[in-house]
């Protein structure tokens, strides 16, 4: 591992492929070919940072201390409980939508006042000097955001997404939603976008959201948490767990202003687990979003806001323009589709390439990562203002109703070098903000505005700043990188089609930017209801989810959705909930065999038997055992689970008894308190035990989870898969089917590592793979 935390591919084969061919096995070779250990890799990136990955405690661990608790609880505490998660789900919607609007203006203004500037060179004729106050702002503009990453926050780089996925799966993300985190990536979004680099603030606000929600749960920063009584409730992973999936459906509407897509986002792409009182709370989170919004929207309306504009809030509204399709319409809607799905998949390829590249770069320190960063803002500076000179200046149409030519900050007909009259099409879709570029080549009723050769140019550019721009060292999101590809190519195909197809050329751009963000990140319902919500327009829906269903299927059957890619590549141990077919010729007995033996702990053990199961082993969890055989000695009876962390505050708090003894049930309640089982302190390394406690005892009894998961040994590896994610658990014993004298009531325990296809395959290279693919 790096020191300074370089960004690192995790696990170089993503897709987990085996070059044994098992056509080859003979009928005497054994079917299994095991290693003697299962392979574990607990290091993963969370953002640009290399970290340890541990698994989180979704399951409710039913000890003494809980059970007393939970019987103890008055109904005001119940009522309390609910109310306090409702206010919480409020405040997460009401400091998203408050950020979000916050960094919109910032953009707005910054590259408002950015693009002025240049434009009042640009009618002076004074084109170098444009170029370098055009440059060299949005230069300083990306290395204020790439600096603030790579030295404060490496976990703020990238979207956000693929971690929030990962953490609400059950992996723990360290650092990623700290204060530092959100703040930096709050400056740095502002930075990246407003510097006119290809990239979004979607997905950015999604972690930022995330970052409010882990923030308010837990009470605020780890050095500085407010303990106030009502927030004890929420120190568990489950409730925190809840938060985020809120934060991360506030964070979509925030940037969509999508309060049912966003909703649908957080079920269909980032949460593992769902119910419908978390759907209630997620929708209320993105209502309160959205009356934020609406009400700064109309403050800004009034000229109080500066530079912002409509490109702030994206909001392209295309319920103006009559939708009529006919059956004929059916064969361009179906090539979009098509095309949506091969290009969606072929951009996944391809950028999984560019970021194994950039991996080479940024391990060779912060100062690439810089470099790296500047020469891609370079590059599509000089782009940006010299591709326009390459295009003809179009006259302006004196039958549309807008301004033309325009030479201000936004604005659909920009004059740029071209003479009174006329308008250069390709100005107006690189000299402005991403927003506006959007809402340029999605406008209706304007069918010859950009020619083709335009559009061609706008398309190539973009698909290369897709691939180069995502993956540097600041924040950065893939919606609108997608979204201004796929409307490139959809108006391509709305004005070859022209006079043979009824629908406009502006609802063929936003097809087109549909059928590629399904065939890249392969969702469909959400997808289909934030676009509903963006054009504000119902008559869409059935062609938009008909193009979605093809793109996705299509992109389905060459490779996994970019976020899945991201994940594979980051090492993060992400479980799918469909298990791979292979996986159903494998036991867990088999499975636990292929482990280390079990440690476990006695119900009443020793000081000394405990240090040590510490100081030589990380496990987090340990098997208490009961009962004994006559013959053997051994134990016969699992009593339950014990976590770390509470085996680590018993010697903290020197719970010692001076005989070998069970204790009352007043004399743990008078030692411990719900609450501080509930925090996750598992470092052993300050406590110091005299040689005399060492050979005292302790009571495991009343802090043991007395409900543990366990599977018996003889059930298959993928039923085993689809118990553990759908549970949302971080152990998983495994018991004998028949328990034999002498023999131990637990054969195993298994974790996220062992029931990830990739560590298997390490274990068991020969298992047949290849006949049948991914179930889906």
Known sequence: MDEDGNLQIANSNYNGEEEADPENNTMNQPLLKRHRTLSSTPLALVGTKVSHIESLDYEINENDLFKHDWRSRSKAQVYQYIFAKWTLACLVGLLTGLIATLINLAVENIAGYKLLAVGYYIGQDRYVTGLLIFTGANLGLTLVATVLVVVFAPTAAGPGIPEIKAYLNG????NMFGATTMFVKIIGSIGAVAAGLDLGKEGPLVHIGSCIASLLGQGGPDNHRIKWRWLRYFNNDRDRRDLITCGSASGVCA?????????????????????????WRTFFSTAVVVVVLRAFIEICNSGKCGLFGKGGLIMFDVSHVEVRYHAADIIPVTLIGV??????SLYNHLLHKVLRLYNLINQKGKIHKVLLSLSVSLFTSVCLYGLPFLAECKPCNPSID??????????????????NGYYNDLATLFLTTNDDAVRNVFSSNTPNEFGMVSLWIYFGLYCILGLITFGIATPSGLFLPIILMGSAYGRMLGTVMGS?????????AVLGAASLMAGSMRMTVSLCVI???????????????????IAKTVGDSFNLSIYEIILHLKGLPFLEANPEPWMRNLTVGELGDAKPPVISLHGVEKVANIVDALRNTTHNAFPVLDGEDLATGAATELHGLILRAHLVKVLKKRWFLNEKRRTEEWEVREKFTPVELAEREDNFDDVAITSSEMQMYVDLHPLTNTTPYTVVQSMSVAKALVLFRSVGLRHL????????????PVIGILTRQDLRAYNILQAFPHLDKHKSGKLR
């Open 531 to 549: 676009f509903l919500e963006l054009t504000n327009n119902l008559l869409l829906l059935p062609i938009t989810m008909f193009v979605l269903l």
């Open 171 to 174: 992996v723990d993300t360290p």
């Open 255 to 279: 940037a969509f202003r999508s309060p049912v897509g966003g909703v649908l986002f957080a079920l269909e792409e980032v949460a593992t687990w769902w119910r419908s009182a978390l759907l």
């Open 733 to 744: 014993l495994v018991v004998p089917k028949i328990q034999a004298s002498g023999m131990s």
């Open 402 to 419: 807008e301004l033309c030519p325009t030479n201000g900050r936004s604005g659909n007909f920009k004059q740029f070098n071209c003479p």
């Open 339 to 344: 095309f949506g799905g091969i290009l969606g």
């Open 500 to 508: 043979y197809t009824k629908i406009d050329q502006g609802l063929y």
